[in-house]
């Protein structure tokens, strides 16, 4: 589970403690999308599986297991659970299973996210790096 850090006002409101501004609301939903999604990523291998396929279009479970230094069972495994999260998709070519990034459910989330923000101001600051939404 997430916690966000706020503090209620004397008017019963919650605000953001650093900035005691008002707090936006987060859907349970979409935090327990998140939270499922990180789950996926926190693991080494599924995480450079998605590496991978970043770098081409699809790719072969035999060539995934070589990149992987991984048995077939063992990457068969991390497959179906970046399946089962619509993260990827199979597709099957006679007896051969090749496997491509599923971009749009990343999409879907970072859309949600961005959403309970304020126009204007969605940016997500990590450190260095600042994530943002460019409207279409």
Known sequence: MVNVLM???AHGQDTDPKTDTPALAVSEDLVT??????????DETRLRILYYLTQRSELHVRALC????ESQP??????ALLREAHLIERR?????NYYGLRTQQFSTLLDM??????EG???????????SHLPV
């Open 92 to 96: 099957r070519e006679g007896k051969h």
């Open 113 to 118: 996210l961005f959403a309970t923000m304020p």
């Open 121 to 131: 101001s969605r940016r997500i600051r990590l450190e260095d790096y600042l994530l």
């Open 7 to 9: 503090h209620e006002t």
């Open 66 to 69: 070589e990149l992987l230094h």
């Open 33 to 42: 999308n998140l939270v499922r999604l990180f789950k996926l990523l926190s």
């Open 74 to 79: 063992a990457v068969s495994h991390h497959l």
